[in-house]
């Protein structure tokens, strides 16, 4: 049915009750239909940041009626009260993993867990090392080389003086991407650099945490005077992945891979069993030891997680019901 009121838009911010969507280049409120929260489903929000949308222009306020399937998405577990899924993007063409090398310092575990669902969702990623200024120790070299081997692109930046900046804008030209991080680490410092006009809020890093103090509050999608979008988002405080078994987890370690054949069991779950291929070759360096610390840990979290009501992997799980 062509219906002439009904106008595709994207998703640019979600609140409580309404949507801010972009439709043909101006962005306007929505709210969302009834029947996109009636059917109660794995996940919390039937829209994300992202999403593409048909809305009533002839409503007041103006509707959406239908969310359009999604190419993909990024998800977590929403918290350990609630194990229904929380969608955090859709339609992402490449999630940047943004993180710092200092002021608040690399985490290896909070990269590594967001890096192992976008490989469960099956959402392109890259990792960015920013305040590459702060960088006294000289650690980059060797962060770079623990993710290449993921086949990860890692880029290197500093906001505040503009090094790597150019490289990033020729990445996001035309595209839909993610900077996703902890709190702090220049998400919005570098959205900042790669255009000016957007002027958007930057937090100071605290004193006794050396962390962010949470400044930006809300996903925003925000359109590049160059071309495309980048979603700009709060800073990651817990990362779980959601529904995942753990014999799965296995899988979205990548770089495990490759030793895996050596592994005395072809089912070895790298932790406890003896010859196993994956811990020969941390103790050979070809695995950093905090990956397979990452593993371990999300391992132990899994076999403990609370399961919910379905066990569908992403692709399956229905994605445009609440
Ligand atoms: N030295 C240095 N400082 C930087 C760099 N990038 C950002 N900063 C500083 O880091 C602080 C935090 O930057 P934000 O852009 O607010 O960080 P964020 O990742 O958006 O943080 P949240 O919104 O809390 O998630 C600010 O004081 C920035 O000036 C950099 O490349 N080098
Ligand atoms: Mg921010
Ligand atoms: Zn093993």
């Known amino acids: 049915m062509n219906d002439p009121h009904l106008k595709t838009g994207r998703v640019v911010r979600t609140d409580a009750k309404v949507c801010h969507v972009e439709i043909d280049g101006e962005v306007l409120l929505c709210a ?19 999403d593409l949308v048909r809305v009533d222009m002839a409503g007041d306020p103006r509707g ?18 609630d194990p229904r899924e929380q969608v955090l993007a859709a339609n992402i063409d490449r999630l940047y993993m943004v993180s710092s090398l200092a002021r608040p310092g690399f985490s290896s575990n909070r990269a590594d867990r967001v890096l192992a669902a976008c490989q469960w969702y099956q959402v392109p990623a890259a990792l960015i090392l920013n305040k590459i ?46 900077f996703y991080g902890g709190s702090g680490v220049g998400k919005s410092s570098l959205l900042n650099a790669l255009q000016p006009g957007l002027g958007l809020k930057i937090g100071k890093i605290s ?21 495309g979008w980048v979603i700009d988002t709060p800073g990651v ?21 490759r030793f895996a054949g050596a592994c005395r069991f072809p089912n070895c779950s790298h932790d406890h ?36 009501e379905t066990d569908a992997p992403p692709d399956e799980a229905p994605n445009d019901e609440s």
């Open 64 to 81: 959406i009626e239908e969310v359009l399937p999604r190419r993909n998405r990024l998800g977590r577990m929403s918290s350990m009260h």
């Open 237 to 257: 405080r817990t990362f779980r992945l959601h529904n995942a078994r753990a014999a799965e987890l296995r899988g979205m370690f990548v770089d495990f891979a």
């Open 273 to 308: 069993e003896p010859e196993c291929g994956v811990f020969a070759a941390v103790e050979r360096g070809q695995i950093a030891p905090s990956r397979l610390a990452s593993y371990l840990e999300m391992l132990d979290e899994l076999r403990k997680a609370p399961t919910a």
């Open 133 to 178: 200024d702060l960088d006294k120790n000289g650690d980059a070299p060797a962060i770079r080389a623990t993710y290449e081997r993921l086949g990860l692109e890692v880029l290197e930046t500093c906001a505040t003086t503009g090094v790597g900046v150019e490289a990033l804008r020729e990445r996001l030209r035309g595209r839909v991407s993610v």
């Open 207 to 227: 004193k006794y945490w050396d962390q962010g103090k949470h400044t930006t509050s809300h996903s925003q999608l925000h359109a590049l005077d160059f071309g």
């Open 32 to 50: 969302p239909r009834g029947k996109l929260f009636e059917v109660r489903g794995p996940q919390r929000n039937p829209i994300a940041v992202g």
